[in-house]
């Protein structure tokens, strides 16, 4: 089955910085790669993801890149804010049919954005 | 709209009781997921639901866990008897196959944490 790598576990920044965090996959069907950040007492919300015949996406301070040879994938925040503070999880998936599938989560990384 | 309805959102519970946890999905959603989050960790799948039929219940240890969605709308998951290392959050997520694309965002309910003493 699929395995997703994350990190760091932790990663604290200045407010106004950048923040990158790392996933891995070893699932070379995976072809769906979403982004998902958790706040305290709350579920998961997705935030960006990226398909595989896609190697980058922007929104606004997010953006998501993917480099399938190498099986990885990153989520770069810019200009953090003390909101952006939460768990993200990256995820893999693939399509199996054309209907819906598994989602593997990686670990989390805790995102401190300091003011 | 509506998001993902879970109930209750805390439940604590002595061991070998059983518990039940409620998953109302956004309406028009006909695939239905139950996620275990343990603390610290990323969402695990238990089982996922395509209307009334449960596709993929392959991580659902069926020994003590049980769920059904009779009428392809609303889940209930079931835990008898439950023990220490069920404690957790149990997620409810569900999405549409009906669109455009073939890859579906899941949206996810707040959660319920459950407690085993």
């Known amino acids: 089955g699929e395995n997703v790598e994350q990190h760091p576990s932790t990663l604290s920044v200045q407010e106004g910085d950048s923040a990158v965090i790392k996933c891995t996959y070893s699932?070379?069907?995976?072809?769906?790669f979403p982004w998902y950040k958790q706040e305290l007492g709350k579920g998961p919300q997705l935030i960006i993801d990226?398909?595989?015949?896609?190697g980058e996406k922007k929104d606004q301070r997010i953006a998501v890149t993917l480099n399938k040879t190498a099986k990885h994938f990153s989520l770069h925040i810019t200009e953090t804010q003390p909101e952006d503070s939460a768990v993200y999880f990256c995820?893999?998936?693939?399509?199996?049919?054309?209907?819906?599938?598994?989602?593997?989560f990686g670990k989390g990384t805790l995102l401190t954005v300091n003011p | 709209e509506a998001g993902v309805v879970q109930s209750p959102r805390y439940k604590i519970i002595e061991k070998k009781q059983p518990v039940a946890f409620w998953c109302n999905p956004i309406?028009?959603?006909?695939?239905l997921y139950w996620y275990l989050q343990n603390l610290g960790q990323g969402p695990e799948l238990l089982i996922r639901?395509?209307?009334?039929?449960?596709?993929?219940d392959s991580q659902l240890p069926k020994d003590r866990f049980s769920a059904e969605r009779l009428k392809g709308v609303d889940s209930t998951l079931k835990i008898q008897p439950a023990e220490l290392g069920d404690s957790a959050v149990y997620l409810c997520?569900?999405?549409?196959?009906?669109?455009?694309?073939?890859?579906?965002?899941?949206?996810f309910g707040p959660g319920t944490r459950l407690t085993v003493l």
């Open positions: 990226i398909r595989s015949n896609v």
């Open positions: 997520a569900s999405s549409s196959s009906r669109g455009v694309h073939s890859y579906n965002e899941q949206f």
């Open positions: 309406s028009g959603h006909n695939t």
């Open positions: 639901y395509e209307n009334e039929e449960a596709v993929d």
């Open positions: 995820a893999a998936s693939s399509d199996s049919g054309g209907s819906n599938y598994k989602l593997t």
């Open positions: 699932d070379s069907a995976s072809n769906y």
